[in-house]
């Protein structure tokens, strides 16, 4: 049976549109997560298995074992500079691994780090637009005694005293992706602030000792299987360069 040219480009751009809508496969993350609270042990666990079970936080004295995993230990601090460089690109490249880029944003109420695909929002558009129908307004009406605005209780990632990161084991978000399709790791192109801080830093620094752009391109992606834009690499020596000043 012959197909003609036109039937066979619809039939590509159907499996193109049909792969668009895909399901967050494993997202491995090691060395980060710690086996308890009280063992360092690095281990390894899948982050879309706590995904999507529409669950709230663990409230403060109900945090344990059996509700969260534990980051390390020496990731303990809070503040912007320490999330930027040691929490976030973390996320970033076990994301990056499974074929999808993340951003990350930081919800002081919370004291939590949000993360979400960098397209997600084409994500369940359906129920998005639901929720927003569904949602209860706050709106004054002049002749009614105003409604007091119920607050959510806040709950917080960060131990007191310990400074300890969890992630609860089961939590909320969503492990679809639609409106884009699952892209090979080699595609991505992730963003300088969300890649292994340390392995940018030794970029930097092969840039300020003189190394060529290319050069420093392929030792990044020799070392990290990640590959950074001529543009970002520029971008670092401009930063190396004002510093210098
Ligand atoms: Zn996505």
Not at 79 to 89: G, Q, T
Not at 126 to 146: C, G, M, T
Not at 181 to 191: A, G, V
């Amino acid at each position: 049976m012959s197909t003609s040219y036109s039937e066979s480009i619809s039939q590509i751009y159907r499996i193109r549109e049909r792969a668009k809508n895909w399901t967050s496969g494993s997202i491995f993350i090691t060395v980060t997560v710690a086996s308890s609270k009280n063992n360092n042990l690095p281990l390894e666990i899948d982050l879309t298995e706590t995904i999507g079970h529409n669950k709230r936080v663990p409230i403060a004295d109900q945090r344990g074992d059996r509700n969260c995993y534990w980051l390390q230990s020496h990731i303990n601090e809070n503040s912007e500079e320490f999330r930027r460089k040691c929490i976030n690109p973390l996320f970033a490249s076990a994301c990056w691994r499974a074929g999808f880029l993340i951003h990350a944003q930081y919800e002081s109420k919370h004291k939590c780090i949000r993360f979400e695909c960098n397209r997600s929002q084409h994500h369940s558009e359906e129920r998005e637009s639901q929720y927003f129908k569904n949602r209860e307004r706050y709106v004054r009406d002049p002749s009614k005694p105003p409604v007091p605005r119920v607050w959510r209780k806040s709950s917080r990632p960060i131990l007191g005293k310990e400074e300890r990161w969890f992630l609860p084991l089961q939590q909320s978000g969503s492990r679809n992706h639609c409106g884009h399709i699952k892209e090979p790791p080699e595609h991505l192109r992730i963003q300088c602030h969300l890649a292994p801080t340390n392995e940018v830093q030794i970029s930097s620094d092969a840039l300020k000792a003189q190394v060529p752009i290319s050069a420093t391109s392929s030792l990044f992606h020799e070392r990290t299987g990640m590959s950074l834009e001529s543009h970002q690499l520029r971008y670092l020596q401009q930063k190396n360069l004002k510093k210098d000043l």
